[in-house]
């Protein structure tokens, strides 16, 4: 056996080595690329910028070139031989002897320049720094190299309107490069041609970098014009790096040699192969503890596991119990159970605690929780059993299943009221426990649980009781419907006291007659103090007094007969109904003020009645109309009605159309206007309207008690 584990462990040992060993390459390799690539890349940034200074002084050569160019064709004197005027013969070979002088001073100013030719083409006439001539000795002695006949050559150097860059090859193949600058007007062509000297250009492409660097600029369909090297070949190694003129039609390229980035390579490569070398043996040492820290875990691999299912299940157990899973993760939680439970039936039992806190059990080795203690009691009292236990808000829940139906539920209360004793006597925890009804199908699990909180609530039936079963609870009953409850707020938002203690007095003398226990009339009065608190709630902003509300509550618990109860019930809304009066006093006047101002804002929308009101207002509908119709002796409805009408008087008084005023006031159509008109004003809407026009023709000025005399007199 032991020499099995020390094979299977330098097996591991070896497949680790190998593994880190090929990681080790990998990263080696790559990080040697990186390197590589950056001081590439940082060789390209530098010549870049260097040939972007180079294109920038060279661009300004070309321009310099242009804009003399320009100079000479806007001179008056060129202006003068273009002109279709005749001019006298004395003025044009001036003319032509001052054009001649300033394409000299751009020859000289400029060696870059070899030649300059103006072409004045309708006049046939060519001049140079040398003199003038007609354009057919222009051709023979300067392009006919060039152009195989003269009609090429002016289509094209002479017919051009701008710059333009003609790239020429002579006899030897050599690029000539020709600058022209054409500008057409009318019936008038002018043209300067500037030939650029190759050779003082190669020569200042030389001197702008270094020595071992070489330097050539083409056309954009990369035939060259001029270089630092005519027979350059880039190889395999080298660096080109290009860029594109701003201005012309030109393109500047680099080629760097590759042996002044491969030095800084090389040492690179030498520090990544001593890193690899390191890593190796590094590696060697990790794979060797690692092969221990596995077979470590393996040891403990099957206690991690099962720790996990068992969390697992919990968890799972705790949204199926909260409702956050349905019965299909209940059957698949339960598995082979599930037959059993279905047969025999299941109940949901929980621990509720005042305050949770670990306790020792029996073996002193161990320190367990409350929850830890349960489910052990559970499973050691009831062997055969199938128990499920999980924690949800810090209480222990369980599900059990039950053979014999009642049985096994007084068995279940009895263990339940022992494991309370035990953790009252052995924890400063205090415990309630409540059980389920028995139930056969494992998807109602979630409403068992539901049922077990509201056990909780009916603690307070007895002091000495721990332990609330559902079925118990149920047998409990009193007479307070909603019927009554709604009756009872309602007229304690009216401020009706009297009316509220009436309607107490017939609850409790009807749940009398039943001979219901103590512990439900307690219940029922819990149930009578709520409703007045709420209703309280609905006309205060102050918090409720709590303080006072649980001395209520205990009260309420060691009373022993119905008067007793009866007489709490009364005294404390009472008491509550009192102190609230003067608060709500103050508030329905305000209350009273902003729904006027409501109505008198909002009586033009066609949605304007009671409900929007109270649900504006967060008001109940019954109190609202019952209260404004004591406050102002008529309904809101009414009221709302009778201020429309009057807002439509003044309206039709100013002569508007009746269905635009019923519009406009908030009836819904003219016919439901012309009804509430008749009912509360005893006339139409247009009889009115008739009887005020009518008055206001004679200058007279009628009330609305001559108006409804005067039409009783007419009817």
Not at 601 to 606: G, R, S, V
Request: aromatic content about 12%.
């Amino acid at each position: 056996m032991n020499t099995t584990k020390r094979i299977s462990r330098r097996g591991f040992w070896f497949l680790s080595y190998c593994v880190i060993t090929l990681v080790s390459i990998i990263i080696n390799m790559l990080g040697y690329s990186v390197a590589q690539q950056v001081i590439k890349n940082d060789l390209e940034q530098n010549s870049l910028n260097s040939l972007k200074s180079m294109q920038k002084i060279y661009d300004n050569y070309f321009q310099e070139i242009f804009n003399a160019s320009y100079n000479i064709l806007q001179s008056y004197s060129v202006g003068r031989l273009s002109a279709n005027t005749e001019i006298s013969l004395w003025l044009e070979q001036d003319c032509i002897k001052n054009v001649s002088t300033d394409i000299q001073n751009m020859m000289y100013g400029n060696n870059i320049i070899e030649e300059c030719i103006l072409i004045i083409n309708h006049k046939d006439l060519g001049i140079s720094s040398t003199g003038s001539t007609d354009t057919k000795s222009i051709y023979d002695i300067y392009f006919k190299e060039y152009y195989q006949n003269m009609n090429d050559w002016k289509r094209d150097m002479i017919n051009v309107q701008g710059k333009k860059l003609c790239l020429l090859k002579d006899k030897s193949g050599n690029p000539v490069l020709y600058m022209v600058y054409g500008i057409q007007w009318l019936n008038s062509e002018q043209t300067v041609m500037v030939k650029i000297n190759s050779r003082v250009m190669n020569a200042y492409l030389k001197n702008s970098g270094e020595s071992n660097e070489e330097y050539y600029i083409t056309d954009f369909d990369n035939n060259e014009i001029f270089t630092t090297d005519t027979n350059h070949q880039k190889k395999k190694t080298d660096v080109l790096i290009s860029i594109h003129s701003d201005l012309f039609e030109l393109k500047y390229y680099k080629i760097v040699p590759g042996d002044i980035y491969l030095r800084n390579i090389l040492h690179v490569r030498n520090f990544f192969i001593l890193s690899y070398l390191l890593c190796i043996f590094i590696g060697c040492a990790i794979a060797y503890w690692f092969s221990g820290v596995l077979e470590r875990r393996q040891k403990n691999a099957e206690e991690i596991l099962a720790k996990q299912e068992e969390l697992l299940r919990r968890n799972k157990l705790k949204q199926i119990l909260v409702g956050e899973l349905g019965g299909r993760a209940a059957e698949e939680l339960f598995g082979v159970y599930q037959a059993e439970l279905y047969r025999d039936g299941y109940v949901v039992i929980l621990f509720e605690f005042a305050e949770s806190k670990e306790i020792e059990t029996l073996d002193a080795t161990e320190c367990l929780t409350i929850q830890t203690y349960i489910e052990r009691y559970f499973n050691c009292v009831t062997p055969n059993a199938i128990t499920f236990f999980c924690e949800i808000n810090k209480n222990c829940v369980g599900i059990i299943k039950i053979e014999d139906e009642i049985d096994a539920v007084n068995k279940l209360y009895m263990h339940c009221e022992a494991v309370i004793n035990y953790l009252e006597r052995t924890t400063p925890a205090n415990v309630v426990c409540s059980i389920s009804q028995v139930f056969y199908d494992i998807t109602q699990i979630h409403t068992a649980y539901e049922q077990t909180k509201e056990i909780i609530n009916f603690r307070f039936l007895g002091d000495e009781k721990k332990v609330f079963v559902y079925d118990d609870i149920l047998e409990c009953g009193f007479s307070y419907d909603v019927t009554k409850e709604r009756r009872l707020i309602n007229c304690v938002l009216c401020g009706e006291k009297d009316e509220v203690v009436k309607i107490i007095d017939n609850i409790y003398c009807l749940n009398e007659k039943k001979n219901i226990s103590i512990g439900t009339l307690r219940i029922l009065t819990f149930q009578l103090i709520n409703s007045v608190t709420l209703a309280k709630k609905q006309f205060s902003n102050s918090e409720i007094n709590y303080r006072k509300l649980y001395k209520l509550f205990l009260a309420v618990n060691e009373a022993q007969t119905a008067e007793e109860l009866k007489h709490i019930a009364v005294t404390s809304i009472i008491d509550l109904f009192d102190e609230k009066a003067a608060e709500m006093k103050n508030d329905y006047s305000a209350k009273y003020q902003n729904i006027v101002k409501y109505i008198e804002e909002n009586y033009a929308d066609q949605m304007l009645n009671v409900n929007m009101i109270a649900e504006v207002f967060d008001i109940n509908r019954s109190w609202l109309s019952e209260v404004f119709k004591k406050k102002f002796g008529e309904g809101i409805a009414e009221y709302i009605v009778k201020y429309r009408l009057e807002k439509a008087k003044e309206l039709l008084k100013q002569g508007v159309m009746v269905h635009k005023v019923a519009e406009e006031v908030g009836f819904s159509s003219t016919v439901v206007f012309t009804r509430a008109f008749k009912k509360f004003e005893g006339i139409t809407p247009g009889q009115y309207k008739t009887i005020i026009a009518n008055n206001m023709e004679a200058g007279m000025e009628v009330n609305n008690g001559d108006l409804y005399r005067r039409n009783s007199e007419v009817g």
